[in-house]
């Protein structure tokens, strides 16, 4: 285990979603070094850097298209010169919105490049070090969907996030006696830009909920912080939903 007092790395693929902010500025917060994974949104990047190096600390951008087996293979290639205790694979996407029966082979493979094939290739990648370090966490995020299936038009997301599960399993069963462990979120409805991206009845959906509201991308940051961090010390091979009672 990496002696206490010494700064920690933490890798967050899809760092400038709400949900990838939030999660990158609560470990910032704790004092950590924080990799800040991007592809389109470099504005928003730059935007948080500064952001955290108001906390202090080590930051870095790396920019990568995980729907390309390509940069998959150089970005995993960057993380040679980093000593990283913890991954949150936080990067997805939701980029057709089809009838199940429409959907293209492309239009999956592109889904499963970024939501399963890139923390497939990168998960063992940086699980191996960690082994050989005696610690690491990698937090998978996952989807409601996977635990309901999603809907006629989400089945590519859907089975693409219940795919990632699968990987925590691996990955926790093999990481246990080396203190590796890993988890899985399910966030449910959470008040990001990502459903604004594709409109539905949205106070519909949100009378589903039992607790009669959305929540917020700091309800995922939290229980990230708890699962990544060194205060996590038994739980791994989980899969939590944070859904309001769904």
């Not at 955290?52 to 390309?68: N, Q, T």
């Not at 082979?105 to 499963?112: G, P, Q, R, S, V």
């Not at 203190?179 to 604004?196: A, C, M, Q, S, Y």
């Not at 949100?206 to 991308?217: A, N, V």
């Amino acid at each position: 285990m990496k002696p206490k007092g010494l700064s920690k790395t933490i890798l967050i693929t899809g760092s400038t979603s709400d949900i990838g902010r939030k999660i990158a500025i609560r470990f910032a917060k704790e004092g950590w070094n924080i990799l800040c994974h991007y592809n389109s949104s470099r504005a928003k990047a730059v935007e948080l850097k500064k952001v955290l190096i108001k906390y202090g600390g080590k930051h870095e951008l790396l920019r990568a298209d995980l729907s390309s087996k390509n940069q998959i293979q150089s970005f995993k290639n960057k993380l040679d010169k980093f000593n990283i205790d913890v991954l949150v694979n936080n990067a997805g996407t939701y980029t057709v919105s089809k009838y199940f029966s429409e959907l293209t082979i492309e239009d999956i493979t592109k889904t499963f490049m970024v939501n399963t094939f890139a923390p497939m290739i990168i998960s063992p990648y940086l699980f191996m070090r960690m082994r050989e370090h005696g610690f690491g966490r990698i937090v998978n995020i996952s989807s409601i969907a996977a635990k309901y299936g999603g809907s006629g038009f989400s089945m590519h997301y859907g089975c693409s996030k219940r795919a990632i599960e699968g990987l925590t399993k691996t990955l926790a069963k093999e990481g246990a006696k080396s203190n590796v462990l890993v988890n899985t979120i399910r966030p449910g409805v959470i008040d990001t830009e990502f459903h604004k991206k594709f409109p539905k009845d949205m106070q519909k959906r949100i009378s589903m909920i039992p607790l009669g509201k959305m929540g917020t991308p700091e309800d995922i940051a939290e229980m990230v912080f708890y699962l990544g961090s060194e205060r996590n010390n038994f739980i791994t091979n989980e899969i939590i939903t944070i859904a309001g009672g769904e």
